[in-house]
């Protein structure tokens, strides 16, 4: 018989081609235990966004640089799908376009890398530490409050070298990444959820697909990770609310809850836990919800902190 085969588009990041890859072994395995006969390939394409690394991105329209031109791809049929960050994907898909599969997410923390081994609350008074997001320095500003954060950016690989060589005494990344990329031995901790709130999808992917394209989604339906996807959702719709963009000092994470009483649905419910920050940390509202519907609860998290003054937080941000 003869087989199709999947054109899967990345973007040419280590880390890109690296979740790609790992995406299209556990296609592979699905096809094989239900029979599907598909081939893959990998299509890389370079986007605006990479060819522009080193301007500030806010300024030029954030992450939708990324995405855009993978989309477009997709929609030319030039490519039949594409694995995102969840991070990175922007919150409204191309008119044909679905999130076919959202796999199972892995650790959403943040970790600290420290160049001597320390802990968040080891590091000596006035630390210079580097963070390339609003979200990680105005907690950790208000956590600790001694500390300099100062902007980093570049891939993971970049980061890690600039540890050494720019002089910071610690950096943060997603553990996600470091995971997916195997350097998980970089870490020197994490940083409790309670301290600092991840990115809306942190740890999590997105896979997309022709809304059209009924093989594809049928064979991602089978990768889907409904829990993450249903939490996922709530923070999505959440950072949808404060019209969030990549550059603003938003976090929010979701988990399943079981339901306490034995009645009602019996199913579990998703509690949601959403925060705004000023930069520097002097301001940082959290709040935290549960209930059934992601939707629904993204819109009441969001609201709850628009009623305690979010949207003046990221206003000012945004000028
Ligand atoms: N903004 C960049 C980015 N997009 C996705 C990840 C990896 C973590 C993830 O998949 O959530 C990272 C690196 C980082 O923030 O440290």
Not at 30 to 46: G, N, Q, S, T
């Amino acid at each position: 018989m003869k087989k199709r085969t999947i054109v899967v588009g990345t973007r040419q990041s280590q880390l890109a081609l690296t979740q790609t890859g790992q995406v299209i072994d556990a296609l592979k395995a699905i096809c094989e235990e239900h029979a599907l006969p598909y081939d893959f390939e990998i299509r890389k394409i370079v986007t605006k966004g990479d060819r522009i690394l080193d301007v500030t991105l806010s300024k030029v329209g954030g992450k939708g640089l990324f995405v855009k031109e993978i989309e477009q791809a997709m929609l030319s049929g030039e490519i039949d799908m594409a694995v995102h960050s969840m991070k990175d994907m922007p919150s409204v898909l191309q008119e044909g376009l679905v999130t076919g599969a959202v796999p199972r997410r892995v650790d959403p923390r943040d970790a600290l890398i420290s160049r001597n081994g320390l802990s968040l609350d080891e590091l000596p008074q006035g630390a210079k530490i580097g963070t390339s997001s609003l979200r990680r320095s105005s907690q950790l500003k208000k956590y600790r409050p001694d500390l300099k954060l100062e902007w980093i950016r570049g891939n993971i690989d970049s980061r890690l070298r600039k540890l050494e060589t720019e002089g910071f005494d610690a950096i943060i990344l997603a553990a996600a990444g470091l995971y997916r990329m195997g350097w998980e031995d970089r870490i020197t901790s994490f940083l409790p959820v309670e301290v600092c709130l991840p990115a809306v999808g942190q740890g999590a992917l997105g896979i997309e697909c022709r809304e059209s394209d009924e093989e594809v989604r049928h064979l991602l339906s089978l990768y889907n990770d409904r829990d993450t996807e249903l939490t996922v959702a709530a923070e999505r719709q959440f950072l949808r609310v404060l019209n969030g963009g990549c550059q603003v000092p938003i976090g929010a994470y979701a988990t399943l809850v079981q339901e306490e009483s034995g009645i009602g649905t019996g199913g579990a419910r998703i509690e949601l836990t959403g925060l705004v920050g000023t930069p520097d940390g002097r301001l940082v509202l959290k709040d935290v919800l549960t209930g059934e519907d992601p939707l629904k609860l993204g819109d009441e998290v969001a609201a709850k902190l628009i009623s305690r003054g979010a949207d003046e937080i990221l206003a000012e941000v945004r000028e």
